[in-house]
């Protein structure tokens, strides 16, 4: 290894005579060191733990809307045909949704895509979430056509504290309070019946709306763009005001945003994580409120992604190749740290340094505000938003034969 040397910025570094083990080699080790020293910073640091509160009584009422067999059968699922949509819950009164899982069986290769997540609160018209299933829960964003096999959109298997996927099980642990009723509709803008629709909705009912009054409502919202590279000789390498960056949400009134799931699918070779996150609160245009340093950054990675990884807060949950081309899925939750914004939020991204790559960007931003809100960027309609087949380069183990 001597001789390696590694360069960003003008740091560098290298390896002399003696081997020095990299972040890779020793991830074994230190991933369960930083868990155990975070979750000691949490207990001692803040004299409390993930336990705190479940030894505490309430006056409130748990309940479940499901796709159960109410005859007392087995027929566990909803039908959802095609061009139709479903009511799963209809709630009246105060509470708070503490979980919500599914699963799905249908026959479209497409489905994560053409099935619409919407959520409404406190008997608004307007949604204040209106995500593709697949996309809310952080999967579904590449293609896979396996010979013999699975032909559609993949399912990615990952988890956080928010969010878990596992195979085609879809969970979320978001709180949603509301105060006058909520309910949460799912359709289905495909050409095929999807047959079985397994779901729970896990809640809370409370006596009295005082409960939430000073809670944000949950928010969350879809994005799709092909990115436009501006040349150097129109950008002059700098960006300040963001005008041309990638937009997760854009938001008035009061409320904190709490996470990104985006996905990156690079159509040319070559790093695109050099683009900056930049926050503009409160009206603020001349310059971002919060600016980063990088995309991999925001994730609260460094020096490009090495491999896929999983965290309470922070993952790289898709890997695609590795000269940077086809998907690659990454996701931030503000857990701890919250943007906070009073009047206003647009919260942007960098495609590239200064803006000077064309890629394929979809995402979703969660957030909670004070209702009523803003109109939701329109969804654009299902044939708009199908991926692409996307293309897989994979190393082979012998060349083949001439």
């Not at 990299?22 to 074994?28: A, S, V």
């Not at 109109?375 to 996307?390: C, D, G, W």
Request: glycine share 10%; net charge negative.
């Amino acid at each position: 290894m001597a001789g390696f040397l590694r360069q960003r910025g003008g740091v560098a570094w290298g390896e002399g005579r003696g081997k020095v083990p990299t972040l890779m080699e020793e991830g074994i080790m230190i991933r369960p060191l930083a868990v155990l020293l975070c979750f000691s910073a949490f207990v001692f640091g803040q004299q409390s733990s993930p336990l705190d509160g479940l030894a505490n009584l309430s006056d409130a009422v748990s309940r479940r809307a499901s796709s159960a067999d109410h005859s007392g059968g087995n027929a566990d699922w909803v039908e959802v045909k095609a061009k139709s949509t479903v009511t799963l819950a209809e709630i009246a009164g105060a509470g708070s949704i503490r979980h919500i899982w599914f699963t799905i069986n249908s026959p479209s290769p497409f489905h994560l895509r053409e099935m619409v997540l919407r959520m409404y609160w406190d008997g608004e018209t307007d949604p204040s979430v209106e995500v593709p299933i697949g996309d809310f829960f952080g999967t579904g964003f590449e293609y896979e056509d396996v010979p013999g096999g699975h032909r559609g959109q993949k399912y990615q298997s990952w988890w956080s504290l928010p969010i878990t996927v596992q195979d085609r099980a879809l969970n979320c642990y978001f709180e949603m309070p509301f105060a006058k009723g909520a309910r949460i509709t799912l359709s289905n803008d495909g050409t095929e019946d999807v047959p079985n629709l397994y779901y729970h909705v896990d809640y809370q009912e409370y006596r009295d709306g005082q409960v939430v009054a000073d809670k944000g409502r949950f928010h969350a919202q879809w994005r799709h763009e092909l990115t436009r590279a501006v040349p150097e000789s129109e950008s002059g390498g700098k960006n300040v005001e963001g005008r041309k960056n990638y937009v997760f949400m854009d938001a008035r009134g009061k409320g904190q945003y709490v996470g990104t799931i985006l996905n990156v699918f690079g159509r040319s070779t070559g790093w695109w994580g050099e683009g900056d996150d930049m926050f503009f609160v409160d009206g603020e245009s001349a310059h971002a409120t919060i600016n980063g340093t990088g995309m991999e950054d925001y994730f609260n990675n460094a020096w490009m992604f090495q491999k896929e990884f999983n965290y309470p807060y922070i993952g790289y949950s898709q890997q695609g190749n590795r000269d940077w081309t086809g998907s690659h899925t990454m996701y931030r939750f503000h857990i701890e740290d919250p943007i906070y914004f009073q009047k206003s939020l647009r919260a942007t991204i960098e495609h590239g340094h200064a803006d000077d790559r064309e890629d394929d960007y979809t995402s979703v931003a969660f957030w909670y505000q004070t209702e009523p809100h803003q109109k939701l960027y329109p969804l654009p309609p299902v044939n708009e938003r199908m991926p692409k087949a996307f293309w897989k380069i994979q190393k082979l183990d012998k060349n083949l034969p001439n």
